[in-house]
């Protein structure tokens, strides 16, 4: 039986672009994995696309053209270095930092700075913002100080000089600060003298609080027999004898009263059983 020409060379051609593709599948296919994401150099056309940023999962590309993927997970990276205070003593101190690139940028962190953008810009920013930070502070208030608001101001002039090359400044912590050992020890010596010297101060107050109050009281109470001893005069312990004469002479028991002719005499009571 004679063959179809035009389908042997049909079969012919299916089966040479089946080989070419599986040949070159490296070169036409690729993927992005979970956490990265991709920009594409196009040597026959504009070069670097930086614009088009390729997603995860499988994609298409002339064999001529070449992909460039980047990690755009949070990364971790600890510096410790060696600075100066304002009074040019050294300062150890550990710093850890979270970063990431830009997602969208990343086309134009690889044409500005390049892959290795850790090295070139993120480590080199954190040791100058923390050089600059640490070095307005003398070793005592590095000791004392807020270390959040160190902290902060390092973090604020990484992050701006991070923007500015599209990388993410996530945070930034401080995880240690150390000072030469004689200086910690005159800042502790010192310190301890500043919270006895507190402490009688406080308990100076306290005491001196105290007298005051107990002088107050005393005023009070000089004062109340004050107002009551003017208030017993004469004619009101007169009154309240009467009264009190009367109850008891209105009362079952037996008794005499006994009334004296002087204007100020009291009344006297005498039990009627004597």
Not at 175 to 201: C, F, G, Y
Not at 258 to 265: A, D, L, T
Request: hydrophobic letters at 35%; a neutral charge; glycine letters at 4%.
């Amino acid at each position: 039986m004679d063959k179809n020409p035009k389908l042997i060379r049909l079969l012919v051609i299916v089966g040479v672009a089946v080989i070419l593709i599986i040949a070159f599948s490296s070169s036409l296919f690729f993927t992005i994995g979970p956490g990265e994401r991709g920009v594409m150099y196009k040597p026959l056309q504009d070069g670097l696309d930086k614009e088009y940023v390729y997603n995860q999962g499988l994609h298409v590309k002339a064999p001529w053209n070449s992909i460039i993927v980047f990690e755009v997970r949070k990364k971790e990276n600890e510096q410790s270095m060696e600075v100066l205070s304002s009074n040019g003593l050294d300062i150890s101190i550990d710093v850890s930092i979270r970063y990431r690139p830009e997602v969208e940028m990343i086309g134009y962190l690889y044409n500005d700075v390049g892959a290795d953008y850790l090295e070139k810009i993120v480590v080199p920013e954190v040791r100058s913002a923390t050089r600059e930070v640490i070095g307005n502070y003398k070793p005592e208030e590095l000791y004392s100080s807020d270390r959040r608001e160190i902290q902060k101001q390092i973090y604020t002039r990484t992050d701006s000089a991070l923007n500015a090359n599209h990388i993410d400044l996530d945070a930034l912590l401080i995880r240690s600060i150390k000072l030469p050992s004689q200086i910690k020890a005159a800042i502790e010596r010192k310190l301890t003298e500043q919270q006895e010297i507190q402490q009688k101060e406080y308990s100076k107050q306290k005491a001196q609080k105290e007298a005051e109050r107990r002088e107050i009281e005393a005023n009070g109470k000089a004062k109340a027999n004050e107002i009551l001893n003017a208030s017993l005069t004469d004619k009101v312990l007169r009154d309240k004898a009467i009264e009190a004469t009367e109850r008891l002479a209105n009362s079952e028991n037996s008794k005499v009263v006994v009334i004296g002719n002087s204007e100020n005499s009291l009344p006297v009571l005498l039990s009627g059983d004597k």
